[in-house]
């Protein structure tokens, strides 16, 4: 059975599968996306249908992608559907002639404010039929009382008791019964309350997503190359711009016409399986079912279109339809650049390109345009994927993704917030850990910082690492991580998970991670950050690492930190470009007592600095401070803030101060108090540092001449890590001091052995 209205761009059928009825709607000849929620003119047309035919199960709207109620949204809607019809049936009740039997005044107003609610709020908007009935009825009653004949007592009689009738049908639906919490101070030009009750089930598609494929014209190439086996990527230097383009071609855009059709049809049998909330869970798993059963049915239906695939050819679309699946198109494809660091999403979709920032070439803009199908899409699977709303009433929401080659961490915002609709940044971490002699092989610091830092962890301070976005907070904080013995516990808490927790469990970390509910969040059953940190003080003795301090859950923190709770390092990221931005946000914007922040022993601040042209940025750690204790209300005014290591532009380089390199630093001497080898032995110290600064040097210098830069990952730096303490609890002090030219030999004629051990398996492991 088939229904149109050429005037609307509207055409609907009736279509059995099974045991289910579903009225569908085709939708691609109309602009706005179909939604019974978000539109009137959508809603009016399915209470119109399901008027006619109220044995409906299913209503699905197509538009590229189909947007599918199921059988208990679907009901609700009949319901209203029953009743519009019922009340066309009984329209002589509601006629001018009936409202006319005793006052011909008041009739006029009557029928057309009951015409109305009854034949077009009814179908648009039935909660604010319902709504407008009560208020009516309400004047109504008011009015009667006040009559001033009796023509008018009956006529206003009449007329309340034809109000009551409606009224009473409504009351007994679903719909009402549903929303009543909702109902009170209702406003009839928003439809928020009904996306509280309808959520339509999204196929994903296979792909909606605009790439401009050809090359940009007068533009400098400055680099080419390729992602996995068969993406493209060409970099351009745009004529008369200051902007770089970011070039894509992936392999979707080029298959035969054979093969999209191949693709087309697995898509459309696929999209037959609605991925449940509970799959999403365990996302991993949920795409290792998904890539079996597309290959599988890829490899059958290229048999049936007598196509021959290779192997590899069969491999590449079954990945690109999983991607265009339960997957997120494109943004997979960029996110396998291991150069790739941001990617952004702005509103309006359909004609504005996709940004990246680039390890290489900073920000750059891309081929690639995204629409609101696509975006759409995103945002759904996110909401699934995390457990937290994203609406009118949470406009923001962060989360974290594991995707083929990398680990993301996603941020969305959607309106009212952005006006124009939805918005993603897509932060993309290392598959591995961060370690210090990767940053020492970058430059953001030098061996000595290295060195430093290594002495600071092993020494159980606090720290905070600062910062300003895309700093490399959580990335530094991640190599502090990395220099924690095994020994110890340690314990993460995050509202989005960065810290690379499960990679460090397997290098044999004792680590537990802990998720609590965003700062932002509102009435999510997630533990709060403050509750969160106090748990883990019951859990024993353990370093707590903090993914980012941004609200109340400070003050914990700081409660754990003054009384010493975590018996070893206690460190964290927060935002802040100065040791004094740290203490202003700390103290002054989140309320921590300024007493409580002197627990606070070191500030680490990187940073980005940007050349003298403004196109190009490099990451530094610009500071290294201490915080000492004996100031009273200002630590800048009162020498509170006693910089260690500070960043110099001229020579790119973050220098030693005079305060480090002469001993004047409160915290080591308060860590050298604590063990007897270095205690009133400031040189004993110093040369302890000095010696972690070369073991970090000579890995990177190492893994430079035997171009191996596994040697600078977390799983050989642990390695070194280990030895560097094995080594160092063997040597004995003598005569206040220790033979630390004999312990690195020791150590580098290890590290000699090792690397060739390691560069062994490694071949081993990639050979199978």
């Known amino acids: 059975m088939i229904f149109s209205n050429n005037k609307d761009n509207f055409f609907s059928e009736i279509i059995r599968q099974g045991e289910d009825v579903i009225l569908k709607f085709d939708c691609n ?23 006619q035919t109220p044995n409906i199960s299913k209503i699905v709207f197509s538009q590229k992608r189909e947007y599918e109620y199921d059988y208990d949204q679907t009901k609700i809607l009949v319901e209203i559907g029953i009743i519009y019809n019922k009340f066309i049936r009984e329209k002589d009740a509601f006629s001018y002639k009936n409202l006319n039997l005793y006052n011909a005044r008041l009739a006029d107003q009557w029928y057309t404010e ?33 009559a001033l004949d009796d023509d008018e007592v009956r006529a206003r009689s009449r007329y309340i008791s034809l109000l009551t009738y409606i009224q009473k049908n409504l009351e007994k639906t679903k719909l009402v019964a549903a929303a009543g919490p909702y109902l009170a101070g209702y406003d009839l030009t928003n439809r928020d309350i009904y996306r509280k009750i309808f959520s339509p089930l999204i196929k994903p598609d296979f792909m909606y997503t605009k790439i401009m494929a050809q090359y940009p014209k007068d533009a400098e190439e400055i680099a080419s190359y390729i992602i996995g086996d068969n993406v493209e990527v060409t970099v351009f230097r745009l004529a008369d711009s200051v902007q770089t383009l970011y070039h894509v071609i992936p392999p979707e855009f080029k298959l ?38 597309g290959k599988d049915l890829i490899e059958e239906l290229s048999t049936y279109k007598g196509i021959k695939l290779k192997d590899k050819e069969l491999t590449e679309l079954t990945n690109i339809l999983v991607r265009y699946t339960i997957g997120f198109g494109l943004i997979e494809v960029l996110l396998q650049d291991e150069d790739m660091q941001d990617v952004s999403v702005n509103s309006p979709f359909g004609s504005t390109p996709m940004f990246i920032v680039h390890g290489k070439f900073n920000d750059c803009i891309t081929n690639i345009v995204p629409t609101k199908t696509e975006a759409e899409s995103w945002a759904s699977k996110l909401r699934l994927l995390s457990g937290r709303p994203l609406d009118e009433a949470d ?26 609709g939805l918005a993603f940044s897509f932060r993309r971490h290392r598959d591995k850990p961060w370690t210090l002699p990767l940053f020492v092989k970058y430059k953001t610091m030098t061996p000595l910082a290295a060195g430093l830092i290594s002495f600071l962890v092993d020494g159980t301070r606090s720290m905070l690492i600062a910062g300003t976005r895309s700093s490399g907070k959580s990335s530094l904080l991640s190599s502090v991580m990395v220099e924690i013995m095994r020994r110890y516990r340690i314990i993460t808490i995050e509202d989005t998970l960065e810290l690379p927790s499960h990679q460090m469990m397997k290098l044999g970390f004792n680590i537990q991670n802990m998720k609590v509910s965003s700062a932002l969040a509102r009435d999510t059953g997630e533990m709060n950050a403050s509750d969160g940190i106090r748990s883990t003080l019951r859990l024993g003795d353990s370093s707590l690492i903090v993914g980012e301090v941004r609200s109340t859950e400070a003050k914990a923190l700081y409660e754990a930190m003054r009384v010493g709770a975590a018996a070893n390092v206690v460190a964290g990221t927060i935002h802040g470009d100065s040791p004094y931005g740290v203490f202003d946000r700390v103290v002054n914007d989140i309320g921590v007592p300024k007493t409580s922040f002197k627990a606070t022993d070191i500030i680490i601040i990187v940073n980005p600095i940007k050349s003298s042209d403004g196109l190009s940025k490099i990451r530094r750690v610009t500071q290294i401070t201490e915080v000492r204790k004996t100031w009273e209300n200002d630590p800048m005014t009162e020498n509170g803030f006693v910089d260690l290591m500070r960043y110099d532009a001229k ?29 009133g032995n400031w040189n004993a110290l110093w040369e302890d540092i000095l010696l972690r600064a070369k073991t970090k040097e000579t890995l990177v210098n190492y893994s430079k001449t035997e171009n191996n830069p596994d040697l600078l990952e977390a799983e050989f730096v642990i390695k070194a890590n280990d030895m560097f303490h094995i080594l160092t609890s063997k040597s004995k002090f003598e005569n206040n001091s220790r033979d630390n030219d004999r312990l690195f030999f020791e150590w580098e004629e290890w590290l000699k052995k090792e690397m060739v051990k390691f560069t062994l398996a490694e071949k081993i492991l990639k050979n199978g």
Request: charged share 30%.
């Open 29 to 51: 000849n109309v602009e706005d996306i179909p939604s019974i929620e978000d539109s009137s003119l959508f809603m009016s047309k399915v209470i119109e249908k399901l008027a």
């Open 114 to 146: 009951l015409q109305n609610i009854l034949y077009n709020t009814l179908k648009t908007d039935p909660l604010g039929a319902y709504v407008e009935l009560k208020r009516i009825i309400r004047r109504e009653t008011i009015m009667h009382e006040r």
């Open 651 to 679: 020579t790119d380089q973050l220098l030693p101060t005079d305060e480090l390199i002469n001993g004047d630093s409160e915290i080591l001497k308060t860590i050298a108090s604590n063990i007897p080898e270095f205690s």
């Open 395 to 420: 406009p923001i929401l962060d989360t974290e993704l594991i995707l083929p080659g990398a680990n993301t961490r996603v941020s969305v915002i959607s309106e009212p917030l952005d006006p124009t």
């Open 256 to 293: 035969s016409e054979e093969k999209y059709e191949i693709l087309d049809l697995a898509r459309n049998i696929l999209a037959e399986h609605k991925p449940k909330k509970s799959e999403f869970v365990d996302p991993k798993r949920m795409r290792e079912v998904f890539l079996n059963v």
